[in-house]
């Protein structure tokens, strides 16, 4: 995963949408003084620096893939640690009490592997949380790939679908506790009001387009933007209040 998946500007605009998952998950993380504590993908920084409020004695890193991310994150005021590397292949120099992964795992195709390597790498009764988008079948997913196989881009973003990346809550459970973990999962379904001019194609733009967005250049994502916004707005028509945009995400917490 060594691409710019984000865009810090357009990920920026939705931060009180995105960060309530990563409140929502590292409240249901018990441990109480932990030593070294990891955000794996941690993005801008902003919801890394969250740890130091909740654990003050603890050594913070972050660390993801997107160069530009870190680069904002450094700018932060904080303890923290912040460094470029691939969520795949990262390694800690020392064993973790509490690692968390905030929509990232998704992008990730061997995550499973990943995971595994995580629960090893844990100090003995540390604690492992994650959470990753369960929306792939969404109309927003949908409408995404519809597109790349259109005659008009096929040719260029055909191959792109990447079917179901994430598994299912039960999956998780049934992996986790393969090594011992106790493990606590669930799902929840945000319905998020979004305000101007189609504003899920404004969302997606700072995510799921940002693979089709590698691949072409200004002028094609303009046009590849202008070809997405009517089957978007069609999907999640505005209300007086605004857009609502259905959001599921699935969460796992373990302790090793």
């Known amino acids: 995963?060594?691409?710019?998946?984000?865009?810090?500007?357009?990920?920026?605009?939705?931060?009180?949408?995105?960060?309530?998952?990563?409140?929502?998950?590292?409240?249901r993380v018990g441990a109480v003084e932990p030593d070294y504590v990891v955000d794996a993908g941690c993005g801008d920084g902003e919801l890394t620096v969250e740890l130091t409020s909740r654990w003050p004695n603890a050594t913070v890193e972050g660390y993801d893939s997107s160069p530009a991310m870190i680069t904002k994150a450094r700018k932060l005021e904080s303890s923290v640690r912040?460094?470029?590397?691939?969520?795949?292949?990262?390694?800690?120099?020392?064993?973790?009490?509490?690692?968390?992964s905030n929509a990232v795992l998704q992008w990730v195709p061997a995550h499973r592997d990943v995971l595994e390597h995580w629960v090893e790498e844990l100090a003995p009764g540390g604690w492992l949380a994650f959470q990753v988008p369960g929306n792939f079948d969404a109309p927003s997913h949908v409408a995404i790939r519809e597109l790349c196989s259109s005659r008009a881009w096929s040719d260029r973003l055909g191959d792109l679908s990447r079917g179901m990346?994430?598994?299912e809550p039960l999956e998780y459970v049934d992996l986790l506790n393969q090594g011992g973990s106790q493990v606590d999962a669930w799902e929840t379904t945000y319905v998020h009001i979004l305000h101007g001019e189609n504003?899920?194609?404004?969302?997606?733009?700072?995510?799921?387009?940002?693979?089709?967005?590698?691949?072409?250049?200004p002028?094609?994502?303009?046009?590849?933007?202008?070809?997405?916004?009517?089957?978007?707005?069609?999907?999640?028509?505005?209300r007086s209040y605004g857009t609502p945009f259905p959001f599921r995400r699935i969460f796992v917490v373990a302790q090793k």
């Open 1 to 27: 995963m060594s691409r710019d998946i984000w865009d810090p500007v357009t990920y920026a605009i939705y931060a009180d949408e995105r960060s309530r998952p990563f409140i929502e998950l590292i409240s």
């Open 165 to 167: 990346p994430v598994a």
């Open 219 to 238: 002028d094609e994502q303009r046009r590849f933007k202008h070809d997405l916004a009517k089957p978007l707005a069609e999907a999640y028509p505005a």
């Open 82 to 100: 912040f460094a470029v590397a691939d969520v795949a292949t990262w390694r800690p120099d020392r064993p973790m009490d509490v690692l968390v």
């Open 199 to 217: 504003p899920v194609l404004e969302w997606v733009s700072g995510t799921a387009l940002r693979p089709v967005f590698d691949r072409l250049d």
